[in-house]
């Protein structure tokens, strides 16, 4: 057995909800998989599928985007904007040859650090067991 | 550039002969060209073997244009001995640029491509099924035919390219904008796109004008079964149209005959991803909030992003670049 895959997976986290929940985990002591980098956006409907196709190609195994539950955006719609786009993005990507466990959109309230956490723990899991990214089939050298 | 001439080599790599057909259009459209292009090499038209190109000096050749994707080893080893004698290389099209539509092969892989080609579509000889590198004619001559890559390339996975000019094919009038601003002497940076606008398609399709400022709609339509306005911007019909994230410089030509943009002058300077921006702006006019709803609009207008998006930037597109290794370096 070689060493266990540690999957890189990068968390868009919106700054009133889902990084408040991540603050709060953090303030209040609770563990999360060190697997999960966070980026802090404003919101999570400002998040181009540009970037998240940027994170892929940067190496990054999975992607999360967490925003506030709907109803809850602070700028009214962005969520929703959010919800729109993934959906589409998702279906591409799949067409792309990346499975579509490593690509979620999820709504976290500032108070639940507990879902963060759980959201953090199944995406490792789930990943872990898909392996890492491989898009493009060995396609050899030419000289 | 010698004595007023400019010693131009055009070649054809993975293309379907739709950028020769431009660049005649384009001499056509203004004849003293003729006078001043110095042809020494062009496969589809004049009788030069390869031969006649190893045979130049080194940086002899004005200008080469190129044109398609590279697809055969054939292709690699050209578009090499092009960059050798050429002092200006210059992608023309959207095959040599991005890939192209042949580009779209990418999402199989050679096998799966040559055992649909050869062996599962009914209409093929059981003699003709096997593509062979060696093969021996009828007379006993044995030839070395090229491989079939593994992927199709954009030109600048193989060799330095200058200059891009864009469209499947370029219009006549980009195409001359480009050797006009070649021959002014007024040389862009390298790896510039010429010939072309710097702003989005919107800006010069005549029907900007009726577009909203927020578009949202309940169903995005496909054109084999709708019934399109003429007068009216295609995006606020629900017509999945490129121009707000398209490199304008065509005039406009499809939305103005009615038809979408389906994006071949490729992504502006600012775009990180072609496909990514357009996803970005075409979930966004869909009007609603519900998760299944959302859903089925996109399954019954958008049921091939792949192919909408990147009709013509697969091979260069952010994820395939950069997780491709190609000959030792990434693309
Ligand atoms: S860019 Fe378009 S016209 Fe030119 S070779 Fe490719 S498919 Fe044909
Ligand atoms: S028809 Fe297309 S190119 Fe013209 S303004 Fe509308 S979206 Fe832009
Ligand atoms: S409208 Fe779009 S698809 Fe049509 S020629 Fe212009 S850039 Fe190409």
């Known amino acids: 057995m070689g060493e266990r895959f540690e999957p890189k997976i990068l968390m868009f986290a919106c700054n009133w909800c ?29 998040v181009d599928p540009q970037l998240v196709l940027e994170a892929f190609a940067n190496g990054a195994d999975g992607v999360i985007i967490a925003g506030c539950r709907p109803g809850d955006c602070h700028y009214i719609e962005g969520n929703y904007k959010a919800l729109r786009r993934a959906i589409l993005l998702r279906k591409l990507l799949e067409q792309l040859g990346v499975e579509s466990e490593r690509f979620r959109l999820e709504w976290i309230a500032a108070s639940d650090a507990k879902k963060l956490i759980e959201v953090a723990q199944d995406m490792v899991e789930k990943i872990r067991k898909l392996g890492p990214l491989k898009v493009v089939r060995e396609v050899g050298k030419i000289e | 550039m010698s004595e007023g001439k400019i010693r131009i080599a055009f070649y054809w790599m993975a293309s379907c002969g739709g950028c020769e057909e431009a660049q005649v259009d384009a001499v056509s459209d203004e004849p003293s060209l003729i006078n001043i292009l110095d042809i020494v090499f062009w496969p589809v038209a004049v009788d030069f073997k390869k031969e006649d190109v190893e045979k130049l000096p080194d940086k002899s050749v004005d200008v080469a244009l ?61 003699r003709d099924r096997k593509p062979m590198v060696k093969y021996v004619a009828e007379e006993g001559v044995e030839l070395e035919l090229p491989e079939f890559l593994p992927i199709l390339l954009p030109l600048n996975a193989v060799i330095e390219v200058d200059y891009y000019i864009p469209g499947c094919p370029p ?46 709609v309940k169903k995005i339509s496909r054109i084999y079964n709708t019934r399109i306005d003429p007068g009216k911007c295609l995006l606020a019909q629900g017509i999945p149209c490129l121009g707000p994230s398209t490199r304008g410089g065509c005039t406009a030509l499809c939305p103005k005959a009615a038809m979408p943009c389906i994006g071949c002058y490729g992504p502006l300077e600012t775009h990180i991803d072609y496909g990514g921006k357009v996803i970005s702006f075409l979930a966004s006019i869909i009007d609603s909030k519900d998760e299944r709803e959302i859903a089925r609009i996109i399954e019954e207008g958008l049921p091939d992003p792949a192919g909408l998006v990147y009709k013509f930037t697969l091979p260069a597109s952010r994820l395939r670049l950069n997780l491709m290794k190609w000959g030792g370096r990434s693309v």
């Open chain 2, 66 to 126: 190129i044109n398609g994707g590279v697809r055969l080893s054939e292709h690699v080893e050209m578009a090499r001995l092009l960059r050798r004698k050429a002092k200006i290389v210059i992608a023309y099209g959207a095959c040599a640029s991005w890939g192209g539509v042949p580009g779209l092969a990418n999402l199989y892989s050679r096998e799966e491509i040559l055992s649909r080609v050869y062996s599962e579509v009914p209409t093929v000889y059981e």
């Open chain 1, 18 to 46: 889902a990084y408040a929940a991540a603050d709060l985990a953090g303030t209040s002591r609770m563990k999360y998989p060190p697997n999960i980098r966070i980026i802090r956006v404003m919101c999570s409907g400002r």
């Open chain 2, 171 to 216: 219009t006549p009038e980009t195409t001359l904008n480009a050797l006009k601003m070649l021959l002014s002497g007024k040389i862009p940076p390298k790896g510039s796109v010429i010939g072309a606008s710097q702003r989005a398609l919107c800006d010069e399709c005549p029907l900007n004008a009726t577009k909203p400022e927020k578009i949202l």
